[in-house]
């Protein structure tokens, strides 16, 4: 399998750099520091996808590792570093990028979370929920963290005008919406029509609210396939440690874990 983690370490390195006012709070080069941003970032990324606690990194001591992770979070370094790769991933062909959506969940088991958390009956489990919006090839451009006990559909709602990239680039672009039958509800479908999407969503059959079921036409259905591709980034994410159960307690550090996930998927599709 192919590391991204030095593509991951160079493309944080690159957005701390850019902006000097932030640059000199992770200047490692005096003679009295022993360790390099380099090889700090190294550590961090260990802790993400293995999920060991902070105090068994063995190469640096933990509290210079954990407080250079805080100033990430601080200065939002890592999510500036996920929308610029996103931007630039999106200059080519965005069109075809932005012309198929989709949006789901993946529930998240929580070990020592404090905040969005709660009980999810069909998970039967206290859990986060991780809700996306993304383009055509699976890469997140609306990501957003509720407890697991809210229905899929209010989450879509309630943050779907945080987009992470430009509106008018979106509008200019979007064309179809793809989601399961959680999402089969009038206020979503509402929502999408209103924003001008054409919503391709698998009919609920459990909803007697609604006296004749609509179906999918053999074109929506073939459009329709294409929503595994969410599913795979799900997987993905899922393979750092620090998404499959939560142990961290802020909502803070558990979204740097979110966007150093996200940097590596989205670097994938430059390597």
């Not at 090889?39 to 407080?67: A, D, F, Q």
């Not at 036409?217 to 294409?226: A, M, S």
Request: net charge positive; glycine share 4%.
């Amino acid at each position: 399998m192919i590391s991204y983690d030095k593509h991951i370490i160079n493309a944080i390195i690159k957005n701390i750099t850019y902006n000097k006012k932030i640059s000199k709070y992770f200047d490692f080069t005096y003679t009295s520091q022993k360790h390099k941003i380099e090889c700090i970032l190294t550590e961090i990324l260990k802790v993400i996808k293995y999920g060991i606690p902070w105090r068994l990194i063995e190469n640096i001591p933990y509290t210079t590792v954990y407080s250079s992770y805080k100033r990430l979070l601080y200065f939002g370094i890592l999510k500036n570093t996920y929308i610029d790769l996103l931007h630039l991933y999106l200059k080519k062909q965005p069109n075809k990028k932005l012309k198929y959506q989709y949006t789901d969940t993946t529930c998240v088991s929580n070990k020592y979370g404090s905040c969005h958390v709660a009980y999810n009956g069909y998970k039967m489990k206290k859990c986060s929920k991780i809700s996306f919006i993304s383009e055509t090839y699976g890469i997140p451009i609306n990501v957003n963290i509720n407890n697991g006990k809210k229905n899929d559909g209010k989450i879509l709602v309630s943050h779907f005008h945080d987009m992470l990239i430009n509106k008018k680039l979106n509008d200019k672009n979007k064309k179809y919406m793809l989601a399961d039958s959680i999402y089969y509800v009038n206020e979503v479908k509402n929502l999408l029509t209103n924003e001008g999407y054409e919503y391709i969503i698998n009919p609920n059959r459990k909803n007697t609210k609604y006296k004749e079921i609509e179906k999918l036409t053999p074109k929506q259905l073939k459009i329709y396939t294409k929503r595994i591709r969410i599913e795979h980034t799900n997987n993905i994410l899922k393979t750092y440690r620090r998404l499959n159960c939560r142990y961290d307690r802020n909502l803070d550090t558990f979204y740097g874990s979110l966007w150093i996930a996200l940097i590596g998927i989205i670097i994938r599709k430059f390597n």
